[in-house]
């Protein structure tokens, strides 16, 4: 007789696949972002080519050697490179910039950025970028003379953010924030919206090829969005002005905590004030002739080729202009609104204040150490520290500016700032 197979064991079957095929789909799991370790150059530019949305790249070495430019052109990315837990990355360009030399010896340009970012939502946290031919980082819509100009091959260079990290030896501005002039002339307007710069330190940028008229520390200038923010940032000793914002409209510009120091100064740039400060010889800054100005927050323009005269909202929260070798807080002839609460100027040169163009909203407790050149705007007022304030004033300021150095010759990133004299 022909033995029959049980079919229990099919129907058990067939029920699990039943009640899989009309299990309910709508629970949603959560997927994590991606973390991707790198420790070398090439590997960095391989992850960023590849790099999807909400992706994290760490940075697992202490110096890298950047042998080309770094683009970051993904829109809407939600893309982070950071430092990785006991790292502080120096990504140094020197061998880009003399490859960049030897192919244009005589001017720089965007495409010798270090970092050049047409993209928007990007946080870069934590590094140390130095000695690119032209600036240190440019957050800017893309231009290509050769291809018709179009919102689209422009980028979204919008919602970047710019934490904790330094900017030195750069042959331009530390950072710059600016649309583009051949875009704006084509009839095309993408500026860059929304950017925030966070406990970042620009410091001894020097353009030597225009004998460091254009090396400021933090550049928010040509063609600007609005929304750009400046937080727990620290501008010395660079060759032009500490910040920047010539042309740039009716756009907004806030400035939270943050300190303009000695710019403008072309003894830096020779050795000689390092040498009359008894500091250490910094062997790794450019060295050459220095006619930059010297501004501390130069806050807009008169018309140019660029534009109008500038007439847009500028907030200062707790900010500091010392020893800068032109103005402290400066209008540079242009107009607008200037909310400020807090300001310290003190050994400027050319004036601790010069904001007769503008008109005052908020502004209280703008302070200087002397009434040379002093012009507030209209509807301010400005007081003269008392003698022992301004001793116990300078004190503090040149004890966190020696801490800032020491942070600064071992690669770290320095600690953000909080005077006493703020609170």
């Excluded at 939600?78 to 790292?87: D, L, V």
């Excluded at 993408?190 to 460091?212: A, Q």
Aim: glycine share 10%; aromatic share 8%; proline share 3%.
């Amino acid at each position: 007789m022909k033995r029959m197979r049980s079919l229990s064991g099919v129907f058990l079957s067939l029920s699990m696949v039943c009640s899989l095929a009309f299990y309910p789909v709508s629970q949603s799991f959560a997927v994590t972002p991606a973390t991707v370790t790198v420790k070398d150059f090439n590997s960095l530019q391989t992850a960023i080519a590849s790099a999807t949305t909400g992706e994290t790249i760490q940075i697992a070495a202490n110096t890298l050697d950047c042998t080309s430019q770094i683009v970051l052109d993904k829109l809407a990315s939600g893309i982070t490179i950071q430092a990785a837990a006991g790292y502080t990355p120096v990504l140094d360009f020197t061998t880009f910039k003399e490859a960049s030399k030897k192919l244009s010896p005589k001017t720089t340009g965007d495409a010798y950025t270090g970092f050049r970012i047409t993209g928007g939502s990007y946080t870069i946290k934590g590094l140390i970028i130095q000695k690119a031919y032209d600036n240190g980082m440019l957050i800017k819509p893309y231009y290509n003379a050769s291809v018709k100009p179009t919102v689209a091959n422009a980028g979204k260079p919008d919602n970047n953010s710019i934490v904790n990290c330094v900017f030195r030896y750069n042959g331009d501005a530390g950072l710059q924030i600016s649309g583009s002039e051949s875009l704006e002339s084509a009839g095309v307007s993408v500026r860059p919206n929304n950017t925030h710069v966070t406990g970042c330190v620009s410091y001894r940028n020097f353009d030597i090829l225009t004998t460091g008229g254009n090396a400021d520390g933090f550049a928010a200038k040509l063609y600007l969005g609005t929304g750009t923010v400046f937080s727990y940032c620290v501008s010395a000793e660079n060759s032009d002005d500490a910040w920047d914002s010539f042309a740039i409209g009716s756009s907004d510009v806030t400035y939270q905590y943050c300190v303009a120091y000695h710019c403008g100064d072309a003894t830096v740039f020779s050795g000689a004030y390092d040498k009359a400060q008894g500091l250490p010889v910094d062997t790794n800054m450019t060295v050459g002739t220095c006619k930059g100005n010297g501004n501390g927050f130069k806050m807009g323009s008169g018309s140019s080729k660029y534009g109008a005269q500038t007439n847009g909202v500028k907030n200062l929260t707790n900010c500091l202009a010392v020893d800068n070798m032109s103005k402290g807080f400066d209008e540079n002839n242009g107009t607008g609104t200037i909310n400020l609460t807090n300001g310290m100027g003190l050994g400027n040169v050319s004036g601790d204040y010069v904001l007769d163009l503008m008109k005052a909203g908020t502004f209280i407790n703008a302070q200087a150490f002397s009434s040379k050149s002093l012009k507030a705007p209209s509807g301010g007022n400005i007081t003269i520290a008392s003698t022992a304030n301004q001793t116990a004033i300078r004190s503090e300021v040149n004890s966190a500016m020696a801490k800032m150095r020491q942070e600064l010759t071992s690669n770290k990133i320095p600690t953000q700032m909080n005077f006493s004299f703020w609170k």
